[in-house]
């Protein structure tokens, strides 16, 4: 069974940078980030396919999120720039058997635990 490990939250203030890092126990798996804010819903936050070509977004993170992949370390980074507030939440890593990057949370079989990020001065 695919293993994920996320590390890389803590607490950052305002305008502050983090690198979330995901460590996959096995190879070749589309992967994606998800966060969950305190009595909001989940939302994907960005993905990656297998290879590591395409990425995508949610509209809320865009030009300030950047996600990124060493295959050969089986690793996938979230680099988090000029965090917000509102970015505070447990950010999970997420993959799937699909080869593509996907934006929908069904499209996620595995799971990490996820990391806390919290943003406030």
């Known amino acids: 069974q695919l293993q994920l490990v996320e590390s890389g939250g803590g607490l950052v203030q305002p305008g502050g940078s983090l690198r979330l890092s995901c460590a996959f126990s096995?190879?070749?798996?589309?992967s994606g980030w998800i966060r969950q804010a305190p009595g909001k819903e989940r939302e994907v936050v960005s993905c990656i396919n297998r290879s590591g070509g395409i990425t995508n977004y949610a509209d809320s993170v865009k030009g300030r999120f950047t996600v990124s992949r060493d295959n050969a370390k089986n690793i996938v980074y979230l680099q988090m720039n000029s965090l917000k507030p509102e970015d505070t939440a447990v950010y999970f890593c997420?993959?799937?058997?699909?080869?593509?990057?996907?934006?929908?949370?069904?499209?996620?079989?595995?799971w990490g635990r996820g990391t806390q990020v919290t943003v406030s001065s």
């Open positions: 997420a993959a799937t058997a699909s080869p593509l990057c996907r934006m929908d949370q069904p499209a996620f079989t595995f």
């Open positions: 096995e190879r070749n798996y589309a």
